[in-house]
Every structure is written in C-alpha cells, then in structure tokens.
C-alpha cells in the first residue's frame, strides 16, 4: 500500500525538482581533492569587505551601513560597532586589522550613512570580548573620491600597520607626475608611523599580505583598461602608476620621472585582462602544510581563487607553463595554471583563522567559506549532531525521545547506504544556512517553539514510516527517501494550497 502511494506521487516529484534545487547556490569548487569548500557563515547582508580574527571570533565590514558584524561560533551575531559611512562606489566600511584585542578600522566617515563624505579616517578601537569601544581617531584622510580609496589592511610580523590607499582621482608627485604635493594619495603607509610612506605610484588596491616567514610585504593592484598587478613591496618601493601598469616598455621606463627615495620595480605577475585581483594571502598552518610555499589570491570579476608558487627565497613566482614566464598571463592565454578555485562570487578578503583553516569573504554571495581538509567534511556529517538542531531545541534536551528517534533514523537508516549519505550530506548544507537561526529563535521565544512542534509533528509521523519497512538496498532507500519527502511536501505545501483554494472556491461563489 505505501508503495502505491509513494509512485502515486512520484510524477509529483519529477515536477518540483527544479524548484526545489540548490536552494542556497552553487558551492565553489577547488582543484585539490583533499580538500572542500564549506559556507562557513551565510546571510551577512550589506556587502562584506574585509574580515580579521580577534581570538576565535571573527568582525566582519559591512561596506554599505558601516557596521562591524561578529561572527561567534560560526554564526552570525550582533553589530559590535555601527559607523556612518558614505557608500557610493568603493566607498564605506572598507579595511580591519588587528594587533591583540586592538582593532583598527579605516572607512568614509560620513554623518550619516548614504550621506555626504566626511574624510577617509583610521580609527583604533579596543575589543572587550563584546563589543568594539573607546575610538581613537588616528588619520584624517580628506581626499574621498567614490573610487580608489584602496582599504586593505594588514599587520606585520613587528606589529605594524599597514594600510593601503588608491590614488582617489589626483594626479601629483605620489602618481608619478612632475608636480603635486604628497596629500596620502596612491601609498602604502604605516598607521603607528608618521612618513615617510612605504610605498607609493599605486592606483588601487584591494589586497595586502605578509610573508610570514621573510616579513615582506606583497599588495594586490587594479589596472585601468589592461594589467593588474600582484607586487612584493619593499620599502620605498615606486609601483609606477600613473605612467607604468604591468611590467613597464623601455618608452614608459624612460618617460617616469620618479619620486625622490623611491625605486621603481615590475610586478610579480600581472593579468593583462583585467580579473580585478582583491585579497591576496599567505597560508603558514599545519593542515595547510601543502601549500606553504604559495601564496593564495581572489577576484571580483570571476570568483576565481588563484594559487602561486614561490622560489625558494621566497621573492618571485615560478610557472610551469611556458606562456607565464614573462610573468604576464597575456590576453589569448589560459588562467587554468594558475586557477585553484572557481564560484567564489566577488572575493573581498583571504584569512586562516586559529583553527589553522582558510576562510574566503565573498561580497557577492554574503558568504564566508571555509577550506577544510576532506577527512573533516566526512566527520562533520557523520560524527557531529547534524539534523538535529532544530528539533533539540524544540523538545528542550538532545535526550529527548523525539530527537533520538531523528538520530537513530538518521545513522541507522538512512547513513547506511551510499545514496541515504549523499541525502544527507547535501541536505545538512541546505540545513545549516537556516537551522541555527530557527533553534535561537525558539530558545527565545516560547510561543514559536509550540508553533515549530505542533508543525513538525506530521513530519516526525511520516518518518516513523520507515521503522516499519525493511531497506536494505539502494533503490528501496531511493524509493522510501523519496515518498517520505513527498508526503511532507504534501503535507506542508499541498494541502495548505488545497484547502485555500477550496475556500477562494466557496467564497467565489457567494
Ligand atoms: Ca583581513
Ligand atoms: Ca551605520
Ligand atoms: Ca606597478
Ligand atoms: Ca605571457
């Protein structure tokens, strides 16, 4: 009999599986085998920028309404901070670094959020383990342009800041022209120091790293219409802008003037069409012990994640492929050497967090991924109470016997056959995007956890089916996973529209 029903409703299910497919979006891929990409935190609305770990905690920017969001446990948590911030372009919250609990923040200060820019202003702040407080306004920058107001921020291996500022529309002696008085403009500068800047002929950025074990400096730079840049960064280092982008021709060589103390050099690598590089990152942990030599960086543009080889002294990159050692990827070739992901969205910031893992912000997607190693992502759908959130706080203990009997089918029956796992391990990233969320609110509100009963009830009926059926093949778990998602759909969609329409019928033809 139950068969019956279930191939009754199988035509059913053929039709909404393309509206039921993927709902939180596509996962990225990455090229290693021995490692996945797992949405580590979802939903952060506002265009994440940047990120930095403060202990095992993580603040998140908000460009657009100037808040620093917390991140706890791998769930999102309140404001700890909440800035007004102009927000047009590439303007609004836009660079965090770290020293101990000291937080340093640079964005648009605006008065109000959306308004008229104020300045461009780093701020120091001290985390208490709640919130961010005391501010101290460190640089007041004025030359705030909806463009090129760079913002990454990073701290060295001697606890220096460095902050990294586009050239916001000016044309002076820090772009490479013969006149124009130094305003902060197209550097690299130490926030604990007053100048002389570390840097500068930089026209925008969006990424900087330190090496851990040489201490060097590498950026990120966007190009105009051609050549991106990925830079190592000594001090005084003259990047070339705006007269040099990408590695420089003898003409343009001959045409820079120059900056007194500063020393021209070509970019480690550059993309003659234009990816928009962003974060750029240096990985030095035990699980990441593989890549220890290279150096990670994100896009914008195509939500790829590329991996570089260093030389042994750790100054230069090495290829493989022929076409990159003139250290261009030119127009006709591939990106495939050097692509090591791909469907990260708009990548804003790279971080390995004290878990030792790497964590990708995108802006794109709301999204903080995590790159864990494969033996990890199997122990979490097995090992750890996947499933199970939600109706634990809905009967109040993980003893209790509702919540067991979700578990036991769960190991029992449904992890126990290949394609039962592969349910569950597409159904636990689905589950977790909203899970948490739904658990908190029934902790906090009595009323919604009645409510969340009373509605799952029907569902844990439907699942007491399978105690009394025998599966011990593939199919039969294809065929009883199937009907038992069809009964609910059923149950919470169907008939709710069954009975609506039946009273849109009744009161039509009153
Ligand atoms: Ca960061
Ligand atoms: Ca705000
Ligand atoms: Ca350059
Ligand atoms: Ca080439």
Redesign the pocket.
Known sequence: MLKIILLLLCPFFLFTGSVLGDPVGSVPTIKDQNFVIERYVTGIENSPTTMAFVGNDILVLQKHDGKVRLIRDGHIDKAVLDVSVTNIGEQGMLGIATVDSTVYLYFTESTSDGGEPIAKRVYKYEWNGNELVNPVLLRDLPQTRPYHNGGAMVTGLDDSVYLILGDAGRYGKLQNHKTGEPDDTSVIMRIDKEKPYYAMGIRNSFGLAVDPVTGNLWDTENGDDDFDEINLVMPYFNSGWEVIMGPATQDEFSLLPGYEGYVYSDPEFSW?KPVAPTAITFVNSEPLAKFQNSVFVGDCIYGNLYKFALNSDRTEFVFTNP????????MD?SLDDIIFGTDFGCITDLEVGPDELLYIVSLSEGTIFRMIPQSMATTSTTEEDGGCLIATATFGSELAPQVQFLREIRDNTVLSTVSGTSFMTAFNSFYYSFSPAVADLERQNPMFKETVKIVISPLLSSLSLLQYVDIDSESEMLVYGAGIILLNIGMYFVMPLVVISKLKKKINKK
Not at 323 to 330: A, G, R, T, Y
């Open positions: 003659q076409e990159l050692q003139d250290k261009v990827v030119n070739e």
